[in-house]
């Protein structure tokens, strides 16, 4: 497991969005991010999902949170203006964002493959990280350091039979992540980076392993400390790498 002890402190005075943060991974980082000071904007798709995680948060007396009820798969550019709108109006600053919503979509062989899960899979965990980020990084560009935290996955960086748009989308996301990396080096104080949680116990990797024995893989609060490393101040100079959670 990725080795860092984060201050209680790390993130207080910070405003985080994050993705998927009803659910699975992204629920933990909003929580754990939260209990570390920031206060987080919860977006997702399933708004009782969200609000459970409000009122997580709330009643452990971090600082309040923010619920965006948002679908990436179906939303239009107007859409995504709206949400940076709305973050400058109420918050006035963005030092970090968690790109952490994703689709497995269905595996199987590329000569099988259902055109509409390839496209689906590849608007929601490719370009809706590219809209949220070109509409979110004016205001990220104006905080004193701010963090974009991608995920990616083992079959990001190597391809696998069968997890098809998958693991072509992660190929890509590691791709936009490097981009942004480059773009905004010596521009700016945004940073970007990926994540690769590893095997989590979560309902993604139960429909991809259906068999698997949950209990043998690790929650999603146990793979947190990489979490906090790269949306916290001592990642600073760190830019364009891809971390192992585990
Ligand atoms: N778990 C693993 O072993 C593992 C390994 C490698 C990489 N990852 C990556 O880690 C990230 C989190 O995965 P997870 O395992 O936590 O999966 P998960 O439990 O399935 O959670 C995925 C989250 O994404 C949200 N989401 C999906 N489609 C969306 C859409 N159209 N609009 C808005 N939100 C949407 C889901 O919302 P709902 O709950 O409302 O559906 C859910 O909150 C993903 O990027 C995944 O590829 C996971």
């Known amino acids: 497991m990725f080795e860092?002890?984060?201050p209680a402190n790390l993130l207080e005075n910070r405003v985080i969005l994050v993705t998927g943060a009803g659910d699975g991974i992204g629920r933990a980082a909003a929580l754990t991010y939260a209990r570390h000071g920031a206060t987080v904007i919860l977006l997702g798709r399933t708004t009782e999902k969200l609000e459970?995680?409000?009122?997580?948060?709330e009643s452990a007396g971090y600082p309040q949170p923010a619920i965006i009820p948002f679908n990436l798969e179906g939303a239009a550019p107007h859409d995504y203006d709206a949400i940076a709108d709305?973050?400058?109006?109420?918050?006035?600053?963005?030092?970090g964002l968690l790109h952490n919503a994703g689709l497995l979509g269905r595996l199987g062989p590329l000569f099988q493959?259902?055109?509409?899960?390839?496209?689906?899979?590849?608007?929601?965990?490719v370009n809706a990280e590219f809209m949220l980020t070109k509409v979110l990084l004016p205001l990220l560009r104006e905080a004193p350091e701010a963090s974009v935290v991608f995920t990616s996955s083992s079959v990001g960086s190597k391809g696998r039979a069968h997890w098809g748009a998958y693991s072509v989308s992660k190929f890509a996301t590691e791709g936009l992540m490097q981009v942004l990396a480059d773009?905004?080096?010596?521009?700016?104080?945004?940073?970007?980076?990926a994540i690769n949680p590893g095997a989590t116990r979560?309902?993604?990797?139960?429909?991809?392993?259906?068999?698997?024995?949950?209990?043998?893989?690790?929650?999603?609060?146990?793979?947190m400390p990489v979490y906090l490393y790269l949306m916290g101040s001592d990642s600073r100079e760190v830019n364009g790498q891809v971390l192992k959670a585990q």
């Open 4 to 6: 860092y002890q984060a």
């Open 52 to 57: 459970k995680v409000y009122d997580e948060i």
């Open 113 to 125: 493959y259902d055109p509409d899960t390839w496209q689906q899979v590849m608007q929601v965990n």
């Open 183 to 193: 773009e905004e080096d010596g521009l700016s104080q945004v940073r970007s980076n």
């Open 86 to 95: 709305t973050i400058a109006q109420e918050f006035g600053r963005l030092d």
């Open 202 to 223: 979560t309902a993604m990797r139960a429909k991809a392993y259906p068999g698997e024995d949950p209990n043998t893989l690790p929650a999603a609060e146990d793979i």
